[in-house]
């Protein structure tokens, strides 16, 4: 049985205590209350409402024009279906680079109903989390290829191959949880060093094309429904590719697979 089946709320002290036993948290983002029942129902335990709501839901190319505007109204659709899932929120691009607007941003989102913030950055992120973690905000952070910084990385590159840079992650995210980061999400970084981060750390990490070796997974449900135009990233699986049972077979498929660590395999993560 998932932890989201349970008639209790899902809270970090859930996802804490499955990474002690060694459980897989299961994550999907949403955007909507149809979707987020849907989630929720099935066991998801973190439904992530993600700024690339931009991309799925507005098309653009990439995440950077979605405002906090746009995260506060998509944050009330999905609370409006009173989930028992975890809520995380992506604070978007540039509404975090000081402290005050990252307080006045963070408290917008939280009042729409959200109960975790996510920030995508590095090291320069530790006074923020400080800050907000002070102030009783559970935060977030998301490392590796952060989609926010597609721009400066020339594109969505693996990130971390680089010995140097690999031990700067790994230090990044050990000077996060000092500052009280809560949870961390790892996107396209080789699965050994995600599995290294994830046994440094106490807190869960959720990995995206970050291999088998993380506390949790995380898709964007438009990918993994098969409903995104192109070629499918090699993290990226369609789970209602032949399901009979609909949407909710696909989503209870992704969390039995996710959860007997069936998913993903190392073939669809990165050396």
């Keep these: 049985m998932s ?3 349970h008639s209790r709320r899902i809270t970090l002290s859930h996802l804490q205590k499955m990474k002690q036993r060694g459980e897989k948290i299961t994550c999907l983002t949403v955007y909507d209350a149809t979707f987020a029942r849907l989630l929720a129902d099935a066991g998801i335990e973190l439904l992530l409402v993600g700024d690339s709501s931009g991309m799925v839901v507005a098309g653009h190319s990439t995440t950077v024009p979605v405002t906090v505007k746009d995260m506060c109204y998509h ?3 999905v609370c409006r279906a009173q989930p028992i899932s975890l809520i995380l929120s992506d604070l978007p691009f540039l509404s975090y680079t000081q402290t005050e607007q ?12 959200a109960e975790m913030i996510k920030i995508e950055g590095g090291m320069w992120l530790v006074p923020i989390v400080e800050q907000l973690s002070e102030k009783g905000v559970p935060v977030c952070v998301h490392l590796g290829l952060t989609p926010q910084s ?8 693996v990130q971390g191959r680089d ?4 031990t700067q992650m790994l230090a990044t ?3 996060l949880e000092k500052a009280g980061a809560q949870l961390l999400v790892l996107e396209c970084i080789p699965y050994n060093l995600a599995q290294e981060i994830t046994q440094a750390v106490s807190i869960p990490t959720i990995g995206i094309g970050a291999g088998p070796y993380c506390d949790g997974q995380v898709l964007v449900t438009q990918d993994m429904l098969g409903l995104t135009a192109g070629k499918p990233l090699v ?4 789970f209602l590719d032949g399901q009979t049972a609909g949407v909710l077979g696909a989503v209870k498929e992704y969390i039995r697979q996710v959860k007997a660590s069936e998913f993903p395999t190392l073939e669809q993560s990165f050396a």
Aim: no cysteine; hydrophobic share 45%.
């Design 3 to 5: 932890s989201a089946s």
């Design 75 to 77: 944050t009330h659709n």
């Design 102 to 113: 990252a307080l006045r941003n963070t408290a917008r989102l939280m009042q729409a109903g």
């Design 150 to 157: 597609v721009h400066i990385f020339g594109g969505y590159k």
């Design 163 to 166: 010995p140097a840079k690999a």
């Design 173 to 175: 995210a050990l000077a």
């Design 235 to 238: 993290f990226v699986k369609n």
